[in-house]
């Protein structure tokens, strides 16, 4: 009887033995457990620095897309209500409504200047006129629109600079005298005592490549 109580004791305490043996993991399964952590958390990190660039990247091309729209409005403002008004140059007064050309208003490529109307005076309160001169250049790769305060200004004065894009290389500037005859063709020649039936200005971005864009003008 004694014999018979022994072996089932024995065989408790063997598989007693066995399973203390198997609790727990070993030094070998943490190691490859870590490292498979490891790889899921890099292969994460990588994923979201990706879309965070992305997104970087998409802001940077929003905020570009809309300056460039904005520069497109203000020189369509302008063109749109370009007047045939003759301004004073240095206490001079100058035959021509346009002018402009290469290197003009110490442009590095093309400039162009007018004078146009519908500059906003409640009520004339401002001691000015509603015309203002306009000119653009370009200077440092930023395409810049000049004005002042008033269109005949003593000799002297400057005119206040706004930068109206950036990232531009070349910048140039044709006319088209005429619209719905022979004579159809777009100009470099910029100087004209007459205001033209449109204006077209070509710039070069690093951004966009080539931009040409067409602005009638309001005769």
Aim: proline share 4%; glycine share 6%.
């Amino acid at each position: 009887m004694i014999e018979q109580l022994k072996h089932p004791l024995q065989n408790l305490a063997q598989y007693q033995r066995s399973a203390g043996k198997q609790a727990g993991f070993t030094l070998l399964e943490i190691l490859i457990a870590m490292s498979i952590f490891a790889m899921i958390a890099v292969g994460a990190t990588q994923i979201l620095t990706r879309v965070t660039d992305s997104n970087d990247l998409s802001n940077e091309r929003f905020e570009q897309l809309q300056e460039l729209q904005r520069a497109m409005l203000i020189m369509e403002r302008d063109f749109l209500q370009m007047v045939p008004r003759k301004a004073r140059i240095n206490g001079q007064t100058s035959p021509l409504v346009i002018a402009g050309g290469e290197f003009e208003l110490d442009s590095q490529d093309y400039a162009f200047s007018f004078v146009r109307q519908g500059w906003h005076n409640p009520q004339m309160r401002i001691k000015r006129s509603t015309q203002q001169g306009v000119a653009y250049r370009l200077v440092d790769n930023q395409l810049e629109r000049l004005y002042s305060n008033y269109v005949d200004n003593p000799i002297g004065s400057e005119p206040k600079t706004r930068v109206i894009l950036k990232d531009i290389e070349s910048f140039k500037v044709e006319i088209l005298r005429e619209v719905g005859t022979d004579k159809q063709t777009w100009s470099n020649n910029l100087n004209s005592p007459d205001l033209p039936a449109a204006v077209a200005i070509i710039l070069q971005s690093t951004v966009y490549g080539e931009i040409r864009r067409e602005f009638r003008v309001a005769l």
